[in-house]
């Protein structure tokens, strides 16, 4: 099986209070409290301001006007102080390097990942 993994960012275009289109890559999401929190960082295709960029995150709440999903910046300094160190803390998992994660795999002398294949069997058996 030869699928491509589909790796498009998930990109929202916010508009600020002055009328200004931006666009965000969604890094992460998550429920507090009931409510629905957004990390999203701007999105730059440019390679030299990917590695110029600060690394900005902005917090944003998941609202709804009717029908349409709004999304609001959060006021409440306490509030945005404990969204951030969650976020933190779940990307902080997501990358952390843990060594014991490895796998291995003795007695083996054949992988086929092409086909998705791996002899585990001691070819001296």
């Known amino acids: 099986m030869n699928e491509e993994m589909d790796m498009q960012p998930d990109l929202y275009t916010l508009v600020d209070e002055e009328g200004k289109e931006q666009m965000f890559e969604l890094l992460d999401s998550l429920e507090y409290e009931g409510d629905t929190y957004y990390a999203l960082t701007p999105y730059l295709k440019d390679a030299e301001a990917i590695l110029a960029d600060d690394g900005e995150v902005v917090i944003l709440k998941s609202t709804y006007e009717g029908d349409e999903e709004v999304l609001v910046s959060v006021d409440d300094d306490d509030l945005f102080d ?5 976020f933190m803390e779940r990307f902080a998992e997501l990358f952390e390097d843990d060594d014991d994660d490895e796998i291995e795999i003795e007695g ?3 992988v086929d990942l092409e086909n998705g294949e791996v002899d585990l069997t001691n070819p001296d058996d």
């Open 82 to 86: 404990k969204l951030g160190d969650l």
């Open 108 to 110: 083996s002398d054949r």
